[in-house]
């Protein structure tokens, strides 16, 4: 009894019913995950950036963290995105507030 390697179809890959569907799946899939790369560079700029904010800020005599300006961009992704906004928000600056 002979076992041959399967391989998923693009269809079971995708979930999609058609092939149609999995094709325009599969593109759509790969540029979320384009815009994922994307995403993930811009945030790590934005940590370098706020790193040398914090720096400055500390450097001077200063807290590591201003509340208002986090509060000012708490409320910019609420507005722009709603109540989830408001979440991805808290998480970018976690993930800013490194250690200086």
Same mark, same amino acid.
């Given at each position: $009894?002979?076992? &041959?390697? =399967? %391989?998923a179809?693009?269809?079971?890959? =995708?979930?999609?019913? %058609?092939?149609?569907?999995? &094709?325009?799946?599969?593109?759509? +899939?790969?540029?979320? #995950?384009? @815009?994922? #790369?994307?995403?993930?560079?811009?945030v790590?700029e +934005? $940590?370098?950036?706020?790193?040398?904010?914090?720096?400055?800020?500390?450097?001077?005599?200063? +807290?590591?963290?201003n509340l208002s300006?986090? $509060? #000012?961009?708490l409320g910019?992704?609420?507005?722009? @995105?709603?109540?989830?906004? %408001?979440?991805?928000?808290m998480t970018?600056?976690?993930?800013?507030?490194?250690?200086?």
């Amino acid at each position: $009894m002979s076992t &041959a390697p =399967t %391989t998923a179809s693009t269809t079971d890959v =995708t979930g999609a019913r %058609t092939e149609d569907a999995a &094709a325009l799946i599969t593109g759509a +899939r790969e540029r979320i #995950d384009a @815009l994922d #790369d994307r995403i993930i560079g811009l945030v790590q700029e +934005r $940590m370098a950036v706020s790193a040398v904010i914090q720096e400055a800020r500390i450097t001077s005599g200063g +807290r590591r963290v201003n509340l208002s300006r986090e $509060m #000012d961009v708490l409320g910019r992704y609420r507005d722009a @995105l709603g109540k989830p906004g %408001t979440s991805l928000a808290m998480t970018l600056l976690e993930l800013c507030r490194g250690r200086v």
